[in-house]
C-alpha cells in the first residue's frame, strides 16, 4: 500500500475519533447552538479523507476537495449561531453563497479536468480558509473570543499547507504533483484542523456551560436569600445579616425595629391580594429609600417587616420611622390603596445579646403600639420579662 495512502487512513481514523468524541460530548449534554454545525463540518470532513483513502477512484477525487474545504466556512457558520448575541462581520448569506461557489467549482474542476485541478482546487480552499479567517479574528469579545482567534490562526496557517505542499512536489519533481498526493496535502491539514475545532468547540461549550451554571447558582442563592415578592431579605438572610453585624459593630450600638402594616388584613378582604401585595412592595420601597448600606432589612413575616440599625440609638431610630412613613405616605397618593400606616416597635440592642432575644423584646414594643393605637412607634427598654416602654411617638398617619 503506498505511504500516501497509509497517511489518508491514519488522518480518517483521527478525524472520525475527534468527530466521535464530539457527537458523544454533545449527546449527553444541552446542545448548544452551533454544536451541529461543528458536528456536520467534522464529518464532512472525516467523509471527505475516507474518499481519498479507501476509494481512489475519479469520482472519490472529484467529491474529496469539496467535502474538505467546506469546514472552515461551516465551522463559521456556526460560530454565528453559538454567539447569535453578538456582532460578526459579514453574514451567514455570505458564507453559504462563498462555500457553494467554491465547493461547485472544486467537484466540477476535478470531475471534468482532474489532471488539471490541483491549481484551482488550492486557490478555492485558500479563499474559503482565509476568508473564514479573517471572520474569526474580527469575531466576538469577552472571555470567549481567545479561543476563537485561536481557531482563526489555525484556519489562516492551514490555508497555505496544501498549497506549499504541491509547490513543494512540483519542484521535487518538475512535474504537476499527482491528484492523490495533492488530496493527501489537503487531508492532513484538514486533520489539523478538526482536531483543533473539536478542541476550540468543547472549550467554548465547557465555558457556556460553566457561566450557566454560576448564572443558576446566583439565582438560586437570589431565591434563597430574598423575598420574592418584595425582593428585600428573607428572615433566614436577615438573621445571618444582623448576625455578622453585630459580631463587627461595638456591644449595644444596633437598634432593632419591628414594624407591620395597621389593619393589613382588612386591605386583603376589601381590595384583595393584589391589592395587599401591592402596599407590601410599596413599604419595601420605602424602606430601601431611607436605609442606609450599612443597615440591615427584611422580611419577617406575613406584613411584618425588621430592620437593623447599626451605630446608632432609639432617638435616631425614631426618625428613620417617621421617614419611612412619610415616604409611604408619598408612594401611596397615586394608588388604588387606602391610606397605609405602620406600627413599629424599637429596642437596643444589649451587649451580648442575640437576634432572636431582640426580637421578642421589640415584638413587645409592637404589640405596646397596637395597644396604644396603632401610627406610632414605641421603645421598650428593661427585661423580656419586665418591658418598660420608654418612649411613644406618633407616626403622622391614620390607620388604614
Known amino acids: 500500500m503506498p505511504a500516501s495512502i497509509d497517511l489518508l487512513l491514519f488522518a480518517t481514523v483521527a478525524q472520525a475519533a475527534a468527530a466521535a468524541s464530539l457527537t458523544a460530548f454533545g449527546l449527553r ?6 454544536w451541529w454545525w461543528w458536528l456536520a463540518a467534522m464529518w464532512l470532513t472525516t467523509a471527505g479523507a475516507a474518499c481519498a483513502a479507501l476509494a ?12 474538505l474545504l467546506q469546514w472552515p466556512l461551516v465551522t463559521l457558520m456556526g460560530l454565528r449561531r453559538f454567539h447569535a448575541r453578538q456582532h460578526w462581520p459579514g453574514h451567514w448569506g455570505v458564507d453559504a453563497t462563498l462555500l457553494a461557489v467554491a465547493s461547485l467549482v472544486a467537484w466540477a474542476v476535478g470531475l471534468l479536468t482532474p489532471e488539471h485541478a490541483t ?3 488550492v486557490v478555492c480552499g485558500l479563499a474559503v480558509h482565509l476568508y473564514a479567517a479573517a471572520v474569526m479574528f ?3 469579545a469577552g472571555s470567549e473570543a481567545t479561543p476563537v482567534h485561536f481557531l482563526g490562526g489555525t484556519v489562516a496557517l492551514l490555508a497555505f499547507a496544501p498549497g506549499l505542499a504541491v509547490l513543494g512536489t512540483d519542484l521535487a519533481t518538475q512535474a504537476p504533483a499527482p491528484p492523490l498526493a495533492a488530496h493527501a496535502a489537503r487531508v492532513l491539514a484538514a486533520t489539523l484542523g478538526a482536531i483543533v475545532l473539536a478542541f476550540v468547540a468543547l472549550t467554548l461549550l465547557f465555558e457556556r456551560t460553566e457561566r450557566q451554571l454560576r448564572e443558576s447558582r446566583r439565582r438560586l442563592r437570589l431565591l434563597a436569600n430574598v423575598d420574592a415578592l418584595t425582593q428585600v431579605p428573607n428572615r433566614r438572610r436577615f438573621n445571618e445579616l444582623a448576625t455578622q453585624a453585630l ?3 461595638p456591644p449595644g450600638s444596633a437598634v432593632l425595629l419591628l414594624f407591620d402594616i395597621d389593619h393589613f388584613k382588612q386591605i386583603n378582604d376589601r381590595l384583595g391580594h393584589p391589592a395587599g401585595d401591592r402596599a407590601l412592595c410599596l413599604v419595601a420601597g420605602s424602606v430601601l429609600e431611607h ?3 450599612m443597615d440591615a432589612a427584611g422580611r419577617h413575616g406575613g406584613d411584618e417587616f425588621v430592620l437593623l440599625l447599626r451605630r446608632t440609638n432609639t432617638q435616631h431610630a425614631m426618625g428613620v420611622a417617621a421617614r419611612i412613613v412619610a415616604e409611604l405616605q408619598k408612594r401611596t ?3 388604588p390603596l387606602p391610606p397605609l400606616s405602620l406600627s413599629f416597635g424599637l429596642v437596643q440592642l444589649r451587649g451580648g445579646e442575640d437576634i432572636d432575644a431582640a426580637l421578642r423584646r421589640a415584638d413587645q414594643a409592637l404589640y405596646e403600639a397596637k395597644r396604644q393605637g396603632r401610627s406610632r412607634a414605641v421603645a421598650a427598654s428593661g427585661d423580656e420579662d419586665q418591658p418598660v416602654f420608654s418612649e411613644s411617638r406618633p407616626l ?3 390607620p388604614a
Open 119 to 121: 491549481w484551482p482546487v
Open 291 to 293: 436605609l442606609r448600606a
Open 138 to 140: 474580527n469575531g466576538p
Open 56 to 67: 481512489p477512484g475519479p469520482w472519490a477525487l472529484s467529491l474529496a476537495p469539496p467535502l
Open 396 to 398: 403622622g398617619l391614620m
Open 29 to 34: 449534554r444541552d446542545r448548544h447552538p452551533g
Open 247 to 249: 459580631r463587627a459593630d
Open 333 to 335: 397618593q397615586n394608588t
